[in-house]
């Protein structure tokens, strides 16, 4: 824990970290979040409230609503929140059940803004029209695909929440992992995230319990304080991307789950510990999935041969563990590191919405 890895992550869209911290009393983005479909954005240099509202469809009464501002006055690097006012802002409608959906493409729409309204990816909003490239224009027709905003996608991305690197950032507009079945949080201040963060873990955790529900809770440990910024013990969980994960055991140590228990071959409950890992490792393609996990090299060499005797396809262990390639190997989701005989760190990526995370 207290020697967490510095891996670099995502470069920055927009280079230093400009969104000053908004309200947070206005954005009660906890687990199950408001998924109301707001832009984040900077102000630039001679705008005004009256011509940021006019840009975006919005009134100026709405903008100063939705951050909490009182006069008129606003200062060039502040973030500012946009409410889905404009017509292109708006919540995507919903189709009846079997019914094909379908958006007509408004001034100032992406297909990147329209695949986060539905809850899909813009590559499956390009394949279901035949589309090459980015460009779309004003009153053009899309269907939407038919599985879009279905099971295993995300919600909506709000407001930028991750803010500069985990090693050195903050976390704005924060997601708290709240109690739930099947996990035991360690330290209560400490479990604030981003939306993604909080939303793989959980379903990480569920489909695990769902294979093995008599599992013993699992521990969970630090993601970030509520603002993010240095935490104690720690190098980096200073941008609500990073979360250490207890392991499961065969049988349940003495202590465990308030504290973490150093693992092996000999007490872990391998077939559970794998499927954890394998579930975290399955949402690297996904908007805001996995990065990294660490874990010892000792541990993933347990994992692997268990592997190997229940099943499981060799190139599926390659591409998730890398053992046996060596513990310093640029290969696999899952890496070596010291101190980390006890539990996972696991390291989420950036998402598009979040401008100012590196």
Not at 136 to 157: C, N, R, V
Not at 272 to 299: H, M, N, Q
Request: net charge positive; with cysteine.
């Amino acid at each position: 824990m207290g020697s967490s890895p510095l891996i670099p992550g995502k470069t920055a869209v927009l280079g230093v970290a400009t969104a000053a911290v908004v309200a947070l009393g206005l954005w009660p983005f906890e687990a199950n979040a408001v998924r109301r479909h707001y832009t984040a954005h900077v102000v630039k240099r001679g705008e005004s409230l009256s011509k940021i509202a006019k840009d975006y469809e919005c009134s100026v009464r709405e903008l100063k609503r939705a951050n909490g501002i009182q006069g008129a006055k606003i200062h060039r690097g502040e973030a500012l929140a946009i409410p889905p006012c404009g017509r292109a802002h708006k919540p995507a409608p919903k189709a009846r059940t079997g019914e094909a959906r379908r958006h007509r493409v408004v001034r100032g729409e992406s297909l990147s803004r329209i695949a986060r309204n539905y809850g899909c990816s813009t590559d499956a909003l390009r394949r279901q029209n035949g589309i090459e490239g980015s460009v779309i224009y004003p009153g053009q027709e899309l269907t939407i695909p038919t599985d879009a905003s279905g099971p295993g996608t995300l919600p909506a991305p709000t407001v930028e929440q991750s803010v500069g690197k985990p090693q050195k950032g903050r976390l704005v507009n924060a997601t708290r992992l709240t109690n739930g079945k099947g996990y035991y949080l360690r330290r209560k201040d400490r479990t604030y995230g981003t939306l993604e963060t909080v939303t793989h873990i959980k379903r990480a955790i569920s489909t695990v319990r769902k294979k093995y529900p008599k599992l013993h809770r699992l521990a969970i440990g630090d993601l970030s304080s509520r603002h993010g910024g240095p935490l104690s013990g720690h190098r980096s969980h200073q941008s609500g991307r990073d979360i250490d994960i207890g392991l499961y055991y065969e049988k349940r140590p003495s202590g465990y789950p308030a504290e973490f228990v150093p693992g092996s071959a000999n007490n872990l409950d391998l077939a559970a510990t794998w499927s954890l890992v394998e579930a975290l490792a399955s949402s690297a393609g996904k908007p805001g999935g996995v990065e990294r996990i660490f874990l010892d090299y000792s541990l993933q060499k347990a994992l692997y041969s268990w592997g190997r005797k229940h099943g499981v396809r060799k190139q599926t262990l390659r591409k998730i563990l890398q053992y046996p390639r060596g513990r310093w190997a640029d290969d696999g989701i899952v890496q070596h590191f010291p101190n980390h005989v006890d539990h996972l760190h696991v390291r989420f990526r950036c998402t598009r919405s979040d401008k100012a995370c590196q």
